[in-house]
């Protein structure tokens, strides 16, 4: 959210970090996770360390970098650029910053990066987690737009590709176009391999596209999503190819659809995670088909596809407003297919708001 009209926020970012921070007991913290460094400098390559304590935040990154990152970072974080080894040059940032006790995100560093950061750095070490994540599920203004035009994308070249869907064609050729008409129209890359799977193959949730050929009323179903300015929209749809529903489809079809607006309502409602995904659960339970549930309701999106909140049976605190969810009931059954509907949704105060444009019918293309 860099540049543009919109506001910078990064500085209010990397001040409500440094709250945390004190409110934790460190004097400051290394951040290692990439879209972490990104939401609090802009900085979006691929290697780098962010430290950021009381009073200065800087960014050490490698060569490659010496051009886009004091572009991508300037009024966040002063940059050091290390041709050779980042974690000798982060050793010299450190020395003399007076830090006695440092912050590291202990669910990101590797095993073998945690055992570097104390080679170079024999003080108090005290694991972090989810300080800037949590930061991160609240999202600004600017996010919201970013994420919605992101899903507008999304939504248009599906609608482009839903006209050429034929009998005959292959899930892999289906991708391709999907995935050529999502990069054509700006999108700057996948945020995830994009799913279209077919006939019984729709009952593998995560169905990798493959060289099946799509039959005559086959279920077709289709996840993926664009990226825009490093945020993610992921949507699916299934539909019914060359031929009239059956009962059956139509059938799931409106049990997933009836569990997704249960879910809607109750993240409008303001409740936990658990509740939210307990109510589509019992939705597609009363529908009798609760034995074809095979994940939780959805997921935070932003800068990373799958971040917080989660809504899932194992999150206890409310769905704040400012949350950026996806809401994705699915029902599976093996041997006959399998039906997911998802949509991005914005968590208000007031109530949430679809970002996506909700399906309402179970989709013929031919
Ligand atoms: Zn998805
Ligand atoms: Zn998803």
């Not at 659960?281 to 989660?310: D, K, N, W, Y």
């Amino acid at each position: 959210m860099i540049g543009g009209m919109r506001p910078d926020r990064r500085p209010d970012r990397l001040a409500a970090l440094r709250r945390r921070l004190g409110e934790r007991g460190v004097d400051a913290l290394l951040v290692t996770h990439l879209p972490n460094i990104r939401y609090l400098t802009g900085f979006s390559g691929s290697a780098g360390m962010l430290l950021v304590d009381a009073e200065r935040s800087v960014l050490v990154t490698d060569s490659r970098y010496s051009i886009q990152a004091p572009a991508e970072a300037h009024g966040a974080a002063a940059v050091e650029i290390e041709p050779v080894n980042l974690w000798d040059r982060l050793r010299l940032v450190l020395t003399g910053r007076g830090v006695r006790s440092l912050g590291f995100e202990s669910d990101r560093l590797t095993v073998s990066g945690a055992e570097r950061l104390q080679g170079v750095w024999p003080g108090r070490l005290e694991p972090v987690v989810g300080t800037v994540e949590e930061l991160r599920a609240v999202k600004d203004a600017g996010e919201i737009e970013a994420i919605r035009q992101a899903v507008a994308l999304a939504q248009e070249a599906l609608a482009v590709v839903l006209e050429t869907i034929r009998v005959g064609q292959t899930e892999r050729q289906i991708a391709a176009r999907l995935e050529a008409e999502l990069r054509g129209r700006g999108g700057e890359w996948h945020p995830f391999p994009t799913i279209v799977g077919s006939g019984p193959r729709t009952a593998l949730p995560h169905a990798e596209a493959s060289n099946r050929v799509v039959g005559a009323g086959d279920l077709l179903l289709l996840d993926f999503g664009a990226r825009l300015e490093g945020y993610c929209s992921d949507l699916t749809r299934t539909v019914v190819v060359g031929a009239d529903p059956t009962d059956r489809q139509r059938e799931v079809h409106g049990a997933v659809l009836g569990a997704q607006r249960a879910a809607f309502a109750a993240l409008a409602a303001g409740r936990t995670g658990s509740e939210v995904d307990e109510a589509t659960r019992s939705a597609l339970a009363g529908a009798g088909f609760g034995a074809g549930i095979r994940h939780s309701t959805g997921h935070g999106i932003g800068l990373e596809l799958h971040e917080e909140p989660r809504l899932a049976r194992s999150v206890d605190n409310p769905v704040y407003p400012g949350a950026v969810v996806t809401v994705e009931p699915g029902v599976y059954l093996e041997g006959w297919g399998g039906i997911r509907i998802e949509d991005d949704v914005v968590v208000r105060a007031g109530g949430a708001e679809y970002l996506s444009a909700p399906s309402h019918e179970l989709l013929v293309v031919r």
